[in-house]
């Protein structure tokens, strides 16, 4: 087997990971590795063709692919080397990981700091418990969407989309510019779960039609979908009966949201916060396991790419900072606990001297939204020591709290601090 | 809810502004050649409607066939968002297209597409 060392590994080339080789070799470490197990790097972004990134880093309308080779060739620019077509296999608590590939076999790594990159995946019809038969037909939007836009081929002539995500709205005009008929987007929400702008563009411009507080209830067919069952949910997600509709379809795409992608995480110890899915991190994005960073939507599913960058930033930093031995000693920590409408906030907790050094912003979801401006508030205590007007809020916009520098005194005599989200 | 008519009897429109995140329902009408808006909730909105009517514009992302490359297509995109009307003209064009690889990033997939002065460009590199 064959062995090497390196300062920092970032496992995945997505936005995050490529954010943060690139910020670890901006920051000192010397040998920076990214291990990728596609062929080719870019993660996700590769089959986002469509426009939308990059509006708050670069001040540009990209799309996908072109946000995604601006960070490549920088990686590349500063040296970070690439592993592609490597699978880690396993990440030990001590970071030695196992990684192979066709051309290297198998190999074993010791490396100074890890970052975890591996982004999110899509749930599937299994995780949603879809009834009816099991033919042929029913794929993810971002399988499909891998499939219309990098291997070049359609999955079905007429679409049914279960779930208003924006991959599904995404995926119903593209599939429309390819020639199909989407017949449908079904959401069992009340409101749409992407953004608004997509819905506009995606669905509204093509006639699509969206039925919220509805839901797929039965699959229809052998070998191949025929159709789907729908049905109307009241606020219980019960099926309002005699609401059934039958809708003839060759193909189901589901839309219903992603999931962090751990494995790897959990194999090395790394503990996870079951409601975000991704693991416990301080502000620095290092886990509970000394050397081991996160970075991106393998922490909490972001709304924007650019922010997922952000956070692969602060997390390529801190892995090199670990790596050179330049990490203080942990001191006292103060921990974040999601409060009032907040679903869960991060990061988890928070090392008071280093808010003393910048600004810390902590990111959360509501759980109910507020169409009515809001105010954003931290406290101590019961009392508030920091707060942040806003318009409105909703659960699928996160919300952002910037604590500032100022407030390192009164974190430091503080255990927990909370955040919650209300009416002003 | 009783809409109200214009001078000449026709309805508003409801138009949902996409100029912020926040998704307002506008609403716009034609009165003697000029663009009323009104429920807008800032002056963007009144931007974004009055566009919205008098040329409608969006980016255009798809992709092109390409031989001799590590994927049989290259994803491609207007430069400027590009006249609403004339995108089912656009698509029809690109699925003309061949190109062989390498493509470079930038690189000019259709000049001046449909006589609009836009340029239709590579998204990526692919080799």
């Known amino acids: 087997m064959n062995k090497r060392r390196c300062d920092v590994a970032v496992i995945g080339s997505g936005p995050g990971g490529l954010a943060a080789a690139i910020a670890a070799k901006k920051n000192g470490a010397e040998d920076v590795v990214i291990i990728e197990r596609d062929f080719e790097p870019g993660g996700i972004l590769v089959q986002c063709i469509h426009n939308g990134f ?31 077509d490597t699978m880690v296999l396993e990440a030990e608590p001590n970071r030695r990981l196992f990684t192979t590939s066709k051309g290297g076999g198998i190999q074993e790594i010791e490396v100074g700091a890890v970052v975890l990159a591996m982004g999110c995946r899509e749930r599937t019809r299994a995780q949603i418990r879809l009834p009816g038969t099991r033919p042929a037909g029913v794929y993810t939007a971002g399988t499909a969407q891998r499939w219309v836009n990098v291997e070049g081929f359609m999955p079905g002539k007429r679409f049914v989309i279960l779930g208003s995500g924006d991959i599904g709205m995404i995926m119903a005009r593209r599939l429309t510019f390819e020639g199909a008929k989407v017949e449908r987007v079904l959401e069992i929400l009340p409101h749409i779960s992407g953004l608004m702008r997509n819905y506009v563009q995606c669905l509204q411009d093509f006639d699509i039609p969206l039925q919220l507080q509805h839901t797929v209830t039965r699959i229809l067919g052998r070998d191949r979908v025929e159709a789907v069952e729908t049905a109307a949910v009241d606020e219980n997600w019960r099926v309002v009966p005699g609401s059934q509709e039958v809708i003839p379809c060759d193909t189901l795409l589901l839309s219903v949201g992603l999931i962090p992608e751990n494995e790897l995480s959990r194999q090395s110890g790394v503990k996870i916060d079951a409601v975000t899915g991704g693991p416990i991190v301080d502000d620095t994005f290092q886990t509970n396991v000394p050397g081991y960073f996160a970075a991106g939507n393998v922490v909490h599913v972001y709304d924007l790419v650019d922010w997922v960058t952000e956070a692969g930033f602060r997390a390529g930093k801190s892995a090199a900072d670990y790596a050179l031995g330049k990490r203080g ?39 109910r939204p507020i169409e009515a401006p809001i105010m954003i508030e931290a406290l101590v205590n019961e009392s508030v020591i920091a707060r942040r007007g806003q318009q409105y809020a909703r659960p699928g916009e996160m919300v952002t709290l910037p604590l500032k520098p100022d407030l390192t005194d009164a974190l430091q005599k503080a255990d927990t601090i909370t955040v919650r989200v209300r009416q002003q | 809810m009783n809409p109200t008519r214009n001078a000449s009897g026709d309805l508003p429109r409801e138009i949902i502004c996409v100029a912020c995140p926040k998704g307002c329902r506008l609403e716009a009408v034609r009165e003697n050649g000029q663009i009323l808006v009104t429920k807008e909730g800032c002056k963007r909105g009144i931007q974004y409607a009055v566009r919205e009517i008098e040329d409608p514009r969006r980016m255009v992302a798809s992709t092109v066939r390409v031989s001799g490359a590590m994927h049989p297509l290259v994803p491609v995109y207007t430069e400027e968002p590009f006249p609403k ?12 297209v061949r190109l062989d690889a390498p493509v470079q990033m930038g690189q000019v997939v259709i000049r001046d597409a449909l006589d609009t002065g836009i340029n239709v460009v590579a998204s990526r590199n692919l080799n």
């Open chain 1, 54 to 84: 990059g509006v708050e880093i670069f001040q540009e309308d990209l799309p996908g692919p072109s946000y995604a080779q601006r960070f490549i060739e920088e990686a590349r620019g500063l040296g970070v080397e690439m592993m592609l």
């Open chain 2, 85 to 96: 009307v004339l995108i089912p003209k656009l698509l029809k064009k690109l699925q003309e």
């Open chain 1, 329 to 367: 000693k942990p001191g006292h920590m103060t921990a974040v606990r999601a409060g009032e409408n907040v679903r869960y906030a991060v990061p988890h907790r928070i090392d008071p001297s280093s808010l003393a050094m910048e600004e810390i912003p902590i990111q959360m979801r509501v759980i």
